[in-house]
């Protein structure tokens, strides 16, 4: 098999790079690990900046997400019970997407089976070979049977635990790394939304989150010791746990019902540099994490796909190679400022194992800071919505 641009994982990143890649006639083959169900399975990002929106739209997957999205002009941030809201609108004219990265991956995968794409579920072994050579391939097993695609390039959109990153020699690697100690428990439930915005929750007890899907869809968190297992959090002691952390008014006004997804998600902050080494380059979760507290991972994946793209489309239909060459050091700079805002963040809303009393009444005095001042208020805003690409 032969394709100009080999895709290793078929999530968000290696979709759209994919679907995009399609729109200015270069080929593609997606290679992934598991199935599609399982891949349509995974519930995760639900904030879409304005960037990753029209990225959508320019790889011409827009259409549900236009009709069924939510527009969210501002957001709740609250401590001690108490919310107050950013107003994105007011402050820097703009907003964010309410639309789940399950039904972003579903709009992906429709668009390229439309398109014919060759994109190969439940593989195994797939083993990057040659990067460092003009003729890179890619090798993997399926069905028992060892095959080789040849190409051009290839990207390593294989999230976190994938293997292309792991490609890269290790006196070249480089990996910056936080790991907090604590997780998120998240819950959805077929319920209305409490806030018809997010709420993000400071409280002496720990973050909550109270998120959407849709009208009839909710999804929440609260912070919980990484340790915990699902088994020791009924959704009574769920609910009641999130009651205690949000805003009063939100706490009385709650439905709650059955949940139907449950699940605890470590933090971390991680970045690998290069981002590109020889004919490989990193997309998305395979170079970097961040804590979902900023709703950055599934954007900073798309601004990833954004920069290789329009580099590989100057290169094979403007004969450029400026932007394959600055690849790692123009996704890089991007990377860090969401690194950045994620970790002050989730530091900000979050309780500490050793957390004092000093600890948290700082923690409230930056939210209280926050409440009063416009140029608090406008970075927390811009960073939110999304920086420039
Ligand atoms: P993915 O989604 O991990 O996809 C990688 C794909 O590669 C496959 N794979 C392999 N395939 C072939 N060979 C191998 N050796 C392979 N190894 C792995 C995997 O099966 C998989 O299908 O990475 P990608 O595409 O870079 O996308 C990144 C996003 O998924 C991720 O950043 C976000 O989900 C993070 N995230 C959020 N991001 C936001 O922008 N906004 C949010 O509100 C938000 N909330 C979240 C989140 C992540 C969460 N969790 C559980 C990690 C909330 C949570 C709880
Ligand atoms: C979500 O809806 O899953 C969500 C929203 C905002 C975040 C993280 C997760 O910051």
Redesign the pocket.
Known sequence: MRTQVCI???????LLLSQLLHTVGISSII????SRDH?LGRI????LEWGTVDMLRKAGVGTRMNAEGFEHTGTFLSAKNRGFRIDFNALIGKKVMVYG?TEVTADLYAARTDAGATLLHN?EN?TPIGLDTDTPSVSFDQDGTTKTIQCDYIAG???????SRKSIPANVLREFERVYPFG?L?VLSETPPVSHELIYANHERGFALCSMRNANLSRYYIQAPVTDKIEHWSDDAFWDELRRRIPTDAADSIITGPSIEKSI?PLRSFVAEPMQWGRLYL????AHIVP?TG?????L?VSDVHYLFTALDQHYNHGENGGLATYSQTALKRVWNAIRFSWWFTTMMHSYPDQSPFDQAIQEAELSHLETSQAAQTNLAENYVGLPY
């Not at 290793?8 to 290696?14: A, D, V």
């Not at 995760?44 to 904030?47: C, D, L, Q, S, Y």
């Not at 959109?157 to 293997?163: A, E, L, N, R, S």
Request: hydrophobic share 40%; glycine share 24%; proline share 5%.
């Open positions: 290793i994982g078929g999530g968000p990143s290696g290679l992934e690990r598991q891949v995760r990002a639900g904030v990265q593989v797939v959109c294989d999230g976190f635990h994938g293997v998120w998240g998600a997309v998305g979760d395979a979902p709703a950055k991972g599934l954007n994946a």
